[in-house]
């Protein structure tokens, strides 16, 4: 084989694909393209962000590796390091130093909630998406349900998980109305102020 080539990697690497594969330079094209479900089953179980992959060859000598990723909806912060949670909710077991791309962290949410609460992102419009830094799970005696977010532009959300999806679609209004950076809650109606000023 003379080339190996990785087509649609977003978050993984094109070298950890073709690692995962166990394809290298002394390998047959023919053996390749005989043995491709069970190469393509095992490279789905080694990296579960995988969420198809599919062979192709050009020249009968140059091998195309086709990947289809599942969409990174943030990662959750453990153990001293960050891990990707994909768009099935399932939370890649790939310890990272540091998170990558404009995805938001998700702060002490049980598994069930931390599902929900990805899902629910994924629907928002991307304007808001881009704009969210952070998630915390702030439960309270009055409001189990109760959550913070921190926003890219310095402002911070308190909402209601069950009702921030259909609230949240507000907040560019809202955030572009004040005056000083702030509080905007969304946890029963819809109100503003700004952070107390530190004297």
């Given at each position: 084989m ?51 992959i ?28 960050y ?40 629907t ?14 702030a ?24 009702t ?9 209004g ?26």
């Open positions: 003379r080339n190996i080539n990785v087509k649609g990697v977003n978050d993984l690497g094109a070298q950890q694909v073709i690692d995962a594969t166990k394809i290298d330079d002394n390998s047959t094209l023919l053996n390749v393209l005989i043995h491709h479900g069970s190469i393509a089953k095992a490279t789905e179980k080694k990296l579960p962000s995988i969420k198809s599919k062979f192709g060859t050009h020249n009968l000598r140059d091998l195309t590796i086709n990947v289809k990723e599942h969409p990174t909806l943030g990662y959750i912060y453990k153990d001293g390091g891990y990707r949670i994909i768009n099935n909710g399932q939370v890649i077991k790939q310890k990272m130093s540091s998170p990558i791309g404009n995805y938001p962290i998700y702060s002490n949410f049980s598994a069930a909630r931390l599902k929900k609460m990805s899902n629910m992102y994924a928002l419009p991307s304007n808001v998406q881009t704009n969210i830094s952070e998630f915390y799970n439960p309270t005696k009055l409001n189990p349900y109760r959550i913070k977010i921190d926003m890219n532009d310095g402002n911070k959300v308190v909402a209601d998980m069950r921030v999806k259909s609230k949240l679609k507000y907040y560019p809202m955030a572009a109305q004040m005056k000083k950076k702030g509080v905007i809650d969304l946890e029963i109606g819809a109100y503003s102020y700004p952070f107390k000023d530190k004297k």
